[in-house]
């Protein structure tokens, strides 16, 4: 049967040594690290710890692929902020996945950027609204391009960082996640079935903080690449 109106397009990432990687859903875990958490008033100080707790973005908010990607300043914000993540990229689902089995699901690793309208998530936080749309705007997600990880492996710890106009201002290491990549693909898969397609950003160190039209940015995940991207102000 025909579509009623033309179809969107599939949404895909270049992929290291060839070929494109449909994107079905992207998922996000906030708090991911414990510097962070603090800096965001969020860290359980009894326990050190709090569960992972996830949230979405469309898949085409992604801005993917390119040496410097442009994206620009989004409305209704005067306080956009820069998150940089490890990002996973699975081959294949599944549900109640075990965590020894989780590796067994993933396609690959990229360097992600999550950005935030961080005025509009306070305001919604204040009044126990949700908070979709201060994260899942037009081109809130930046994306590098995806590593198989045949050819990166399964990083565990390495540097993590991000630069703005050249000024350190994120860095951490990935063996600092509260939960590692096998725990958050087997407590998301309680959730939901997981599929083939599905990206998911694993939480940023601590550092975030406003970036504005003209920034430069530039982050790494040791091991997986770099990811260069800038801000414009709107046409």
């Not at 950003?201 to 690449?225: F, M, N, Q, W």
Request: aromatic residues 6%.
């Amino acid at each position: 049967m025909p579509y009623v109106i033309p179809a969107p397009p599939q949404v895909a990432v270049p992929v290291v040594g060839g070929g494109l990687f449909p994107v079905r859903r992207v998922f996000c875990v906030g708090r991911n690290y414990a510097e962070h958490a603090r800096e965001m008033g969020a860290l359980d100080q009894a326990s050190g710890a709090e569960p992972p707790f996830f949230f979405m973005k469309p898949a085409d908010a992604l801005v993917a692929g390119g040496d410097e990607l442009a994206v620009v300043y989004p409305p209704q914000t005067a306080n956009l902020q820069h998150e940089i993540e490890l990002v996973v990229a699975l081959g294949r689902g599944g549900q109640n996945i075990a965590p020894e089995a989780a590796r067994g699901c993933i396609f690959g690793y990229a360097v992600g950027l999550d950005l935030t309208r961080r005025d509009m998530q306070a305001r919604a936080k204040e009044k126990g609204h949700p908070w979709d749309l201060s994260k899942g705007f037009d081109q809130s997600g930046i994306l590098g391009a995806i590593v198989p990880a045949a050819v990166c492996g399964h990083p565990e710890r390495g540097r993590i960082c991000l630069a703005v106009n050249g000024t350190l201002r994120q860095q951490g290491d990935l063996a600092q996640m509260s939960w590692p990549v096998p725990a958050i693909i087997a407590q998301l898969s309680q959730s939901v079935r997981l599929h083939g397609g599905d990206l998911i950003y694993t939480g940023t160190p601590a550092g975030v903080a406003a970036i504005v039209p003209g920034d430069r940015l530039a982050g790494s995940v040791e091991g997986v690449g770099e990811l260069h991207a800038r801000i414009v102000a709107p046409g």
